[in-house]
């Protein structure tokens, strides 16, 4: 169905690669728009880009620890709603040993029935666990195939008060995006979290994540009933965490999140196999002017929705810095507490930019508001 060299709806979610009826032959045309008029406009739904316009900054607060963190997207095609999957560390419980906020954290759950104007908190994703005792659940990463949903979310048994723990990845899959049933421990990553899945061209899919020297390394499945790593490292050059693989603008994209103290944001790698990455540009590596975004752009996550790609990150708003740019390390609700926002991605002179400002609410000066 897709021509060499472009992917099938994977990770991208770029709706213009999947309903481009000029790669499609003219049989598989005639179905197309027989499935266009029968199902009607709510088939493709997701298709409109996110109001980011009319979005809210904060994107959103996890009402319940006001942690959420490692944000990825999802189309929930029963219900006709974004889904925004996240980190949910315990940022606001009390008393709580050093880094201990950031385990036993669950896999949360926003929504919006707008486009992105307005999230509400759903709850957490039933995810069985592979251990008994109460547990930690990172990074989980959302895709859909066909007609199951599926997930990669990083496990680790217990809650640490330093980090530590014997972390490794977990593959579930689910009919609803509630609901969901294990399927493996992927074999090979005892110490590897933040894993990213995307569809090849010729039908495989492939995964990216962090190992434990803080490098990116793959995996690859045939049919996603097992995983199997290649032991293959991409991207070595500066440590990092949380690699995100997307594809836009005729390349395939690989954001990482430097492991770093410093005021660093988001590097951007570019690639034409998916295979061999070079470094593009930095991005969200300067303050911005919205609530809770002066912060850098953390962790993220790309949706792709026609020729607009939309990042989705998080920020520590409550993080103070030296003036030597390092972090002032603390154990406080206001260290700990996270924020998502949205910010839209630009492919400007062979470069990704990112202005997080450009949808900024401007508020008007007091000699403004006297004109008026």
């Known amino acids: 169905m897709f021509p060499k060299g472009v992917p099938a709806w994977g990770k991208s979610r770029s709706i213009n690669i999947m309903y481009n009826t000029s790669n499609l032959n003219s049989m598989k045309r005639i179905v197309y728009m027989l499935a266009v008029l029968f199902y009607g406009t709510s088939l493709f739904a ?3 880009p ?9 994107l959103f607060r996890c009402p319940i620890y006001d942690g959420p963190t490692d944000p990825t997207l999802e189309w929930n095609a029963e219900r006709q709603e974004w889904w925004m999957f996240y980190t949910q560390r315990r940022a606001n419980v009390p008393n709580l040993q050093e880094v201990a906020c950031v385990y036993g954290s669950k896999v949360g759950i926003a929504a919006t029935k707008n486009n992105g104007k307005n999230w509400y908190y759903v709850g957490t994703a039933n995810l069985p666990e592979p251990m008994q005792g109460q547990s930690t659940f990172w990074a989980p990463d959302v895709f859909k195939h066909k ?9 680790i048994p217990g809650i640490h008060p330093f980090w530590g723990g014997d972390a490794r990845l977990v593959f579930y899959k689910s009919k609803d995006l509630m609901n969901w049933d294990l399927v493996e421990e992927i074999e090979g990553t005892h110490g590897c ?8 061209p010729d039908g495989t899919w492939k995964m990216w994540y962090k190992t434990p020297d803080s490098k990116t ?3 690859v499945s045939k049919d996603l009933t097992t995983w199997k790593v290649t032991g293959k490292c991409e991207i070595d050059d500066v440590p990092h965490e949380g690699p995100i693989v997307f594809y836009w603008k005729n390349k395939y994209w690989n954001i990482i999140d430097e492991c770093n103290l410093g005021y660093v944001g988001l590097h951007c790698y570019e690639s034409d196999d998916a295979t061999n990455w070079t470094y593009n540009s930095t991005i969200l590596n300067k303050p911005g002017l919205r609530p809770d975004d002066f912060d850098q752009g953390r962790h993220c996550d790309v949706v792709v929705i026609g020729d607009r790609a939309f990042i989705f990150y998080f920020t520590h708003p409550g993080r103070t810095y030296k003036m030597d740019g390092m972090e002032v390390e603390e154990n406080t609700w206001n260290y700990h507490r996270a ?7 630009e492919y400007v002179d062979g470069k ?7 949808y900024a609410k401007k508020v008007p000066s007091p000699i403004e508001r006297k004109k008026k």
């Open 46 to 48: 997701q298709d409109k």
């Open 147 to 155: 007609d199951t949903y599926y997930m990669i979310v990083t496990f």
């Open 193 to 200: 979290i933040d894993a990213s899945a995307f569809q090849m």
């Open 352 to 358: 990704i930019v990112c202005d997080r400002d450009k």
């Open 339 to 345: 924020s998502i926002q949205i910010a839209e991605l």
């Open 217 to 219: 390394n793959t995996g």
């Open 50 to 58: 996110f109001d980011i316009e009319h979005a809210p900054a904060p």
